[in-house]
């Protein structure tokens, strides 16, 4: 991966220190947000070429902050990569209002992670599920 900046929004400590770390081992500028308000205004500052958001977030959820991203001109084109509970689904009409470009239930592997990071960063094109 060459150098790309990647936003982390997700309210898990062990979890953003374990995306942290296996992001920063491949060259990535990782920057993180703890809260979905806190992910759209960092996202304004840093325009980042990813943001992996969690999907349930305080104060707003990730598909809240989703749609408030694409709904900016500074980070409407921005890629992101949903992480969901299992058996949570988002809607073709929740994703048509985004920039989500892929969804990957928890849990996950670290591997699983980086191949669809890869992936996304390549060709963003189109919505896939892990």
Do not use: W
């Amino acid at each position: 991966m060459t150098t790309r900046t990647i936003l982390i929004a997700d309210d898990e400590p062990h979890l953003i220190h374990i995306l942290s770390y296996n992001l920063k081992r491949t060259g990535a500028v990782v920057h993180v947000a703890t809260n979905g308000e806190q992910c759209v205004e960092l996202a304004k500052i840093v325009l980042p070429d990813l943001i992996i958001s969690d999907y349930q977030m305080p104060l707003l959820d990730g598909l809240a902050a989703a749609i408030q991203l694409r709904a900016d001109s500074r980070t409407a084109n921005i890629p992101v990569l949903m992480l969901t509970a299992r058996g949570h689904r988002l809607t073709a009409a929740q994703l048509a209002q985004t920039q989500i470009r892929a969804v990957l239930p928890k849990p996950f592997s670290a591997r699983q992670l980086l191949a669809k990071i890869n992936e996304l960063l390549v060709a963003p094109v189109g919505v896939t599920a892990a």
